[in-house]
T-cell receptor
Framework: EPEVTQTPSHQVTQMGQEVILRCVPISNHLYFYWYRQILGQKVEFLVSFYNNEISEKSEIFDDQFSVERPDGSNFTLKIRSTKLEDSAMYFC??????????????FGPGTRLTVT | DAKTTQPNSMESNEEEPVHLPCNHSTISGTDYIHWYRQLPSQGPEYVIHGLTSNVNNRMASLAIAEDRKSSTLILHRATLRDAAVYYCILLSIGTASKLTFGTGTRLQVTL
């Protein structure tokens, strides 16, 4: 069964450093998402991406964040200068289509980001 | 976004059916009802979704009230592996399908 994969599973970084979280969505999916979950809190939407551009972003997704689909398979989330409060699990998701509410999203296992 | 209300927690015995309720009294005509779950230390997992009619898949059944103001996720025979937080989420047309997770229902399954 196809699945979304994410690397690394755990990333430790120092405050102020740049990190890139990587995701390989399901191969025929067209819509890509990043969510995060701070320990003990709700899963929060960060950004959605379609046709090489951002479709929607939350207020969390400020100028420190960027997303990219550098090739036909990878989808990345970059945090330019990490802060302590960026420590969280980051989940990538993909769906075959979007816009009508009729399509499910498939999530990866997540990357645990720890900022020290 | 239309809001959903779920009980904070529920318990079930293994091998018994589980009915997880969700209220969504402000649902609009084009909102789909989605259910996801999150097992401990894992990413969210799609369970099922529907619009107006009841739906069945290999994981669960979704029963939707006639007025669509509530729905029930049915696990026919709970196992220990079904212990998770279950989220009922409404997805609207034209929102790029971002999922807005609430606090969900934590399902505990005991032997």
């Amino acid at each position: 069964e196809p699945e979304v994969t994410q690397t690394p599973s755990h990333q430790v970084t120092q405050m102020g450093q740049e990190v890139i979280l990587r995701c390989v969505p399901i191969s025929n999916h067209l819509y890509f998402y990043w969510y995060r979950q701070i320990l003990g809190q709700k899963v929060e939407f960060l950004v959605s991406f379609y046709n090489n551009e951002i479709s929607e972003k939350s207020e969390i997704f400020d100028d420190q964040f960027s997303v990219e689909r550098p090739d036909g398979s990878n989808f990345t989330l970059k945090i330019r200068s990490t802060k302590l409060e960026d420590s969280a699990m980051y989940f990538c998701a993909s769906s075959a289509a979007s816009g009508t509410g009729a399509y499910e999203q498939y999530f990866g296992p997540g990357t645990r980001l720890t900022v020290t | 976004d239309a809001k959903t209300t779920q009980p904070n927690s529920m318990e079930s015995n293994e091998e018994e059916p589980v009915h997880l309720p969700c209220n969504h009294s402000t649902i609009s005509g084009t909102d789909y009802i989605h259910w996801y779950r999150q097992l401990p230390s894992q990413g969210p997992e799609y369970v099922i979704h529907g619009l107006t009619s009841n739906v069945n898949n290999r994981m669960a059944s979704l029963a939707i009230a006639e007025d669509r103001k509530s729905s029930t996720l049915i696990l026919h025979r709970a196992t220990l592996r079904d212990a998770a937080v279950y989220y009922c989420i409404l997805l609207s047309i034209g929102t790029a399908s971002k999922l807005t997770f609430g606090t969900g229902t934590r399902l505990q399954v005991t032997l």
